[in-house]
């Protein structure tokens, strides 16, 4: 399995506070996602990078920010969390050779996020 | 734009008869198409991947799609369901934004299995 570290698993929340989840990988994979996963939606991607610093938006992006400072960790930050973030949030990462648009991906455990 | 559509959001068979899980797709040039199964309270695994090589795709577990481009399609089938077969899948279109990769995935699918 590739070594993708979601943390944490699970995390409480009240309306209004301030949210990081992180992910870290082991596999020195370009490319890394920050997805989440609701009933009857599937999973809508929130941000994603494809390098150090580089990041850049997904289809549900509004109250979410994210950093990659390096390689290997992925941050996810709700500034201010509400209720509608309350989700599944999976981070998932791919090789991404560049011009190479098959690669599958590898994903975390998840993190179950409820916001009060 | 690239988009995915489940056609069906559950299906429900016995065990031991054919699984037929419909998908079509979207795209403005050849994707690569892919299926995922996520298993209850489980992150999600890659069942099979398209990517042009071969129209018929053979995956894990005995499941394989095949793709139709006159049909925009890539229904995923097995011919005799096992009760561990019982989970979400997600067919999943890949698209490029510039030079980037990103996987659009569809609604999901919830495979029920009765004995």
């Known amino acids: 399995d590739a070594g993708i570290t979601q943390s944490p698993r699970h995390k409480v929340t009240e309306t209004g506070t301030p949210v990081t989840l992180r992910c870290h990988q082991t596999?020195?994979?370009?490319?890394m996602y920050w997805y989440r996963q609701d009933p009857g939606h599937g999973l809508r991607l929130i941000h994603y990078s494809y390098g150090v610093k580089d990041t850049d938006k997904g289809e549900v992006s509004d109250g979410y920010s994210v950093s990659r400072s390096k390689t290997e960790d992925f941050l996810l930050t709700l500034e201010s969390a509400t209720s509608s973030q309350t989700s599944v949030y999976f981070c998932?990462?791919?090789?991404?050779?560049?011009?190479?648009?098959?690669?599958?991906?590898?994903f975390g455990s998840g993190t179950q996020l409820s916001v009060l | 734009a690239q988009s995915v559509t489940q056609l069906d959001s559950h299906v429900s068979v016995s065990e031991g008869t054919p699984v037929l899980l419909r998908c079509n797709y979207s795209s403005s040039y050849s994707p690569s198409l892919f299926w995922y199964v996520q298993h209850p309270n489980k992150g999600l695994q890659l069942l099979l991947k398209y990517t042009s090589a071969a129209t018929l795709v053979k995956g894990i577990n005995g499941f394989e799609a095949e793709f139709k481009k006159s049909e925009t399609s890539f229904h995923l089938t097995k011919p005799s369901a096992h009760m561990s077969d019982a989970a979400e899948y997600f067919c999943v279109v890949s698209r490029t934004s510039g030079g980037s990769y990103i996987p659009t995935f569809g609604r999901g699918t919830s495979l029920i299995v009765h004995p």
């Open positions: 998932a990462i791919s090789p991404g050779e560049m011009g190479v648009f098959d690669e599958k991906l590898f």
């Open positions: 596999e020195n994979h370009r490319y």
